[in-house]
């Protein structure tokens, strides 16, 4: 079936002999080439819509990170300041209005447009693969693709025109433009209209001669992190659609900030998992068989895991352990479950790492530890995610002491926060979806890698940029040093101030830890700038594959589907046990917190 005009392309096997049905030829006669993806009947339309989805994803990257660079010079300000002798505003110079409009830019684009994009188009890729077809729905497939891309243009247009400077969690009384909203209501129905073609193909799937067989582990988990979604979504769409909207609309002129904060929690916490689940996917599905053809432990595991991501949905409450109004039961009630996400946490933890030791000694290491040099660090792909869960580690270890109710009292809104979740999304997350794009965007273009080994760097450059990051800011945090804050003009901060008496004085300065984020930071955007390079890179490379492109799955499991209980099979059942537990949980809260308290007015500050 492969056609080899031009074999330039090193990396994908050429021979596929005994393998199912492989898709049509993708590329143009003009291109010369003609490459193909190993899903059967997945079209040229279908995989346009997952690589402008994914774009999509990466344009959110390139302004968030920019404005990311921003903020890391503001913390540098007092000492560029001493050193050109003159006032400098890096935002002015940009032509932003403040240091909270950029911020504004920085959250939505990276935690809302960036991941939300990119799970649009990989789960909806994964699905294709794992159930051999493509998307059932044509017409949800190119809704969802416009309303994303219509949704963030409206929001972008708000948020550059200074008519949004509310951050991504706009707390009212902060108002924004209707635009704003709107945006944010087509970015998740995307998400929506993602859920919904998936289980639309899981049911053609079954439909075609698969009634009564184990959903492929593959798609399971890509279904149960939408569906996960969905549910967490519920909150931030009565908070837009019945509170927020109609406010800034004009139709309703007052509102309870503390109300929809909680719904805007309801939704802040589980988003995490959104974020993070298409990367267990990869962890757990594709870097083992990428690092040496390491096999996944157990079936079983990975669909407990993902289930218990379902059920620990309702515990948005910890993010609001200082506020008032809210009782001590509920946020008891949460503290105590948010505990639980660790054990999720540690099982895939294990888990992976037993996949990465086996491809590891499949590729000849020895001893205790000699398998882990044996691994190919030399592919970006697998350093980029390794590396990402080293940066996980300690992201999680700090999400220990966030979650603890009496410590998190005092890291709470410090740089504590911004520290650890640099970790978590900003480097779990972001660096692992930076190494998937060396394989997925060739995957999907039919394009050779460009620039591999800059590659390699830009993931090392990102891990020892987000150190010396997070160190900073986390020890900014302990030091009381407030997170959303225009650092540079703020008048109360603790200068180190001569003489010098010890490490001590020092430290407990703000100097050390604003230096560190200034120098952290702008490695990690130099990381970001080699990121695009090589993406670039590969898209305008002449060097097309002409073989069929392989996603690399891993391996069927040590302990097999044939061994794991049916019922975590039942998808709608666990939905509706979290949705129960959500309702209970939830039910306590309202109980104690209603009747709502609406204040008049909406307030644009910057
Ligand atoms: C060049 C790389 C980056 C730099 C230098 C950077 C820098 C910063 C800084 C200094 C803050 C704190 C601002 C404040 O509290 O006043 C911040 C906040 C934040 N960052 Fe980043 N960041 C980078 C990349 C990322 C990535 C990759 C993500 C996620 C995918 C991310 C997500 C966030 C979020 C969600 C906030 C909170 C915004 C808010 O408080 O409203 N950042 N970033
Ligand atoms: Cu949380």
């Not at 003009?30 to 995989?47: E, F, N, T, Y």
């Not at 305008?540 to 589907?561: C, L, N, T």
């Amino acid at each position: 079936m492969t056609d080899t005009l031009s074999t330039t392309d090193g990396d994908v096997p050429a021979d596929d002999a005994g393998e199912e049905p492989d898709g049509p030829i993708i590329g143009t006669a003009s291109q010369r080439s003609r490459w193909q993806i190993d899903i059967p009947g997945v079209g040229q339309a279908d995989l346009r819509a997952v690589k402008w989805q994914l774009y999509l994803s990466l344009v959110g990257l390139f302004l968030g990170l920019a404005m990311g660079a921003l903020q890391a010079s503001d913390r540098a300000d007092f000492a560029l300041e001493e050193l050109f002798n003159k006032p400098i505003n890096l935002y002015d110079a940009v032509g932003l209005q403040s240091y909270y409009q950029g911020l504004t830019i920085h959250g939505v684009t990276l935690a809302l447009v960036f991941t939300f994009t990119f799970s649009n188009a990989f789960m909806s890729l994964t699905t294709m693969k794992s159930l051999k077809r493509p998307l059932a729905s044509k017409v949800l497939r190119d809704a969802s693709l416009y309303l994303a891309w219509t949704g963030v243009a409206l929001a972008a247009w708000a948020m550059l025109a200074n008519k949004a400077t509310v951050l991504f969690t706009f707390y009212a009384p902060l108002q924004a433009t209707p635009a704003f909203y709107i945006g944010a209501v087509f970015l998740v129905v995307s998400t929506w209209c993602t859920l919904a073609n998936q289980l639309l193909t899981l049911r053609a799937w079954r439909k075609d001669g698969h009634e009564g067989e184990r959903i492929p582990l593959l798609a399971f988990t890509s279904v149960v992190t939408e569906l996960m979604w969905f549910l967490a979504s519920i909150g931030i769409a009565i908070e837009v659609l019945v509170f927020v909207l109609p406010w800034s609309l004009g139709i309703t002129d007052s509102i309870d900030p503390q109300f929809t904060r909680i719904l805007f929690w309801f939704t802040g916490h589980p988003i995490v998992y959104f974020w993070l689940l298409p990367i267990y996917v990869s962890w757990y599905l594709f870097l083992p068989e990428q690092a040496g053809k390491g096999r996944v432990a157990s079936d079983g595991l990975v669909r407990l895991v993902f289930i218990a991501f379902l059920l620990l949905l309702p515990v948005g409450i910890h993010h609001q352990f200082t506020d008032p109004g809210i009782p001590f039961s509920s946020k008891t009630i949460s503290w105590i479950l948010t505990f639980c996400i660790f054990f999720p946490s540690v099982a895939t933890f294990f888990s992976v790492i037993a996949s990465l030791e086996n491809a590891g000694r499949n590729r000849g290491g020895k001893g205790l530890l000699g398998w882990i040099w044996k691994l190919p660090w030399g592919d970006p792909s697998v350093s980029g995610q390794l590396l990402a869960g080293i940066g996980f580690i300690l992201g999680g270890v700090s999400g220990l002491i966030n979650a603890s109710y009496t410590v998190n009292l005092t890291v709470h809104n410090t740089a504590f926060i911004v520290g650890h979740f640099h970790l978590t999304v900003g480097t779990a997350v972001a660096l692992s979806i930076m190494a998937i794009c060396y394989w997925l965007v060739p995957y999907l273009t039919g394009k050779k890698l460009w620039g591999r080994r800059l590659a390699v760097a830009q993931t090392w450059l990102w891990i020892g940029g987000v150190f010396i990051f997070s160190r900073g800011q986390m020890q900014g945090g302990i030091a009381g040093m407030p997170r959303r804050t225009n650092i540079s003009n703020a008048t109360y901060v603790d200068r180190f101030t001569p003489p010098l008496d010890g490490v001590a004085n020092i430290m407990k300065s703000w100097d050390v830890a604003d230096g560190l984020t200034a120098i952290g930071g702008t490695i990690m955007f130099l990381s970001g700038v080699c990121f695009f390079i090589v993406i670039l890179g590969t898209i305008y490379s002449k060097r097309q594959v002409s073989q069929v492109q392989r996603m690399p799955i891993a391996d069927e499991p040590f302990h097999p589907v044939s061994q794991t209980w049916p019922i975590l099979d039942r998808i709608g059942l666990w939905a509706g046990i979290a949705a129960a537990l959500t309702f209970v949980i939830y039910g306590e809260i309202f109980f104690h917190y209603l009747p709502l308290e609406l204040v008049p007015g909406g307030f644009q500050v910057w």
